[in-house]
């Protein structure tokens, strides 16, 4: 049994890099950093370096009250980039047909720590909140309660690996016959708390992080909305892009730090080129999940080696966009698509100061302005997350007729 090719459309974009695809796409190539700047505004008297998504956010006082957030206004100023494309794909379908997976992991935090300073001050709750704003399934549900989508509609909060996850997902109910369009991704808000937790983690860096650098100081918080129109359907007038293999695992190694070896990592990538039905010398590009952390970066150069004894072209965004934590997955696989699409061969750049660890085993960094040597085919996404969630996708250009996916 042979499943379904699933496509890819064109993703929207919303984060460091820029506010649609066309300037999201030209920053990315030419390691662009202007959305990458100094701020307390989340951390009131400790200047950090993040990644901010500094696009208009739309009105959501239509929504429920409980869907009210900065977090679903974001997903809607990316949504409506493509809605068009939705409206179009879903034109004749049963709603029942058609489904909703974001990962996510602040939701409606922003709300909720803004309302606990208020009734700190004031002894009340500030009018418009809702506890409920706090859900983390609000982003699927806003997204199918206004789209009138009838098919399965959920949340996906593995931390790092939540909207990587959320395209796995959107693969399976496709494949599973349950859903011909899903609208699947992710979107995480810069909160107070988050940058507080990972701060109380020692894990970031007050400068522009070095992920790979033997002089790495740890993260760079993000924001970032990524939305794709997964489907059964291949694009006739976009880039020809599916997702052709992805691998999950969760080792449960400890609560925070990766399993040192990368078997978790390396498990998910095996699985994922298992799928593809491809081996590791045809993947042109790796998008690495690249903290700048000590831990993941050891732990991560270790999988690359053993799964790429060979070499391939490797890069983290994170120096770009920040690390957007529930929405990195989709960011960075949407990052894979764009250099899929590119037809003058650009890869995204590493940017880091060229001082590897030399603890770690040498990785084949990209280099600033780098091209292939032709345009790439197949691009590996690589996240990783708490509680030992590890996730790899693989996506493939195509450049003739539809061609099916190998069994699940």
């Known amino acids: ?172 109910l496709i494949g599973a016959d349950m859903a011909d369009l899903v609208l699947a991704g992710g979107v995480d808000t810069l909160t107070r708390f988050t940058v507080a937790g990972f701060s109380a983690l020692e894990a970031v860096s007050p400068e522009a992080c070095q992920p790979f650098s033997g002089n790495r100081k740890g993260i760079n918080i993000g924001e970032a909305a990524a939305l794709f129109l997964v489907s059964r359907e291949r694009p006739d007038n976009a880039p020809r892009i599916r997702l052709a293999g992805w691998g999950a695992c969760s080792d449960g190694y400890h609560i925070s730090a990766p399993e040192p070896t990368g078997r978790g990592a390396k498990q998910a990538i095996r699985a994922a080129l298992a799928r593809a039905g491809i081996d590791a010398a045809a993947i042109g590009y790796v998008n690495l999940h690249g903290t700048a952390t000590r831990q993941n970066d050891a732990m991560e150069s270790r999988a690359m080696a053993a799964c790429f004894p060979g070499g391939a072209p490797m890069s983290s965004t994170k120096p770009l966009t920040g690390h957007t934590l529930g929405a990195a997955g989709a960011l960075e696989a949407a990052i894979c698509w764009l250099t899929l699409a590119d037809a003058e061969g650009r890869l995204p750049p590493h940017l880091w100061d060229g001082v590897p660890d030399p603890d770690d085993p040498p990785l084949r960094l990209v280099s600033l302005g780098e091209r292939a040597a032709m345009p790439v085919q197949y691009a590996l996404s690589t996240s990783f997350a708490f509680g030992g969630s590890n996730a790899a996708l693989i996506l493939a250009r195509e450049n003739g007729e539809d061609e099916s996916s190998p069994e699940s």
């Open 1 to 172: 049994m042979s499943l379904p090719s699933v496509w890819l459309y064109p993703p929207s974009l919303l984060c460091a890099l820029g506010g649609d695809l066309a300037a999201v796409r030209e920053a990315l190539f030419r390691g662009e950093r202007a959305g990458m700047r100094t701020s307390d505004a989340f951390s009131p008297g400790q200047p950090l370096t993040l990644g901010l998504a500094d696009v208009a956010l739309p009105d959501v006082g239509f929504l429920p009250v409980e869907q009210r957030t900065r977090n679903n206004a974001l997903a809607l100023a990316a949504f409506a980039r493509i809605e068009a494309d939705y409206r179009g794909l879903a034109a004749g379908l049963p709603s029942a047909r058609v489904a909703v997976v974001i990962g996510t992991s602040t939701s409606g935090m922003f709300e909720a720590e803004t309302a606990a300073r208020f009734r700190a001050e004031h002894g009340h709750w500030p009018p418009g909140f809702h506890y409920s704003q706090q859900e983390l399934g609000s982003p699927a549900r806003m997204f199918a309660d206004a789209l009138g989508a009838a098919g399965p509609a959920y949340a996906v909060s593995t931390a790092c690996t939540s909207s990587a996850k959320a395209l796995i997902s959107a693969a399976r």
